[in-house]
């Protein structure tokens, strides 16, 4: 599965909420950066909401991105994820 790959062999990923679950980045192996913010994924993707990141988000008062990223094309919902490898 591509995902296995790349969080086998990547030493950085950054992404929206519609990439790799956050459940995927262990905290054993994954330091978490957090920008922007996390209200859900668009309506389409409803089904795909992810209680644990919207959890990040409500903990840890990530910086506001000043641009629309992916589905999110409003700057003030837009979602970005830094996973660096330890």
């Known amino acids: 599965m591509a995902?296995?790959?790349l969080?086998?062999?990547s030493a950085t990923i950054l992404e929206?909420?519609?990439g790799n679950p956050i459940r995927y980045f262990t905290p054993e192996r994954w330091t978490?950066?957090?920008f922007g913010s996390?209200?859900?994924?668009i309506e389409l993707f409803k089904k795909f909401y992810q209680p644990d990141l919207g959890q990040y988000y409500a903990s840890s008062s990530p910086k506001p991105l000043p641009f629309g990223f992916g589905y999110q094309w409003n700057p003030h919902d837009a979602t970005l994820i830094l996973a660096v490898r330890k």
Do not use: E, M, N, Q
């Not at 996390?38 to 994924?41: A, D, I, M, R």
């Open 32 to 34: 978490l950066r957090f």
């Open 3 to 5: 995902r296995d790959y």
């Open 38 to 41: 996390y209200s859900g994924p």
């Open 16 to 18: 929206d909420d519609s």
């Open 7 to 9: 969080l086998r062999v």
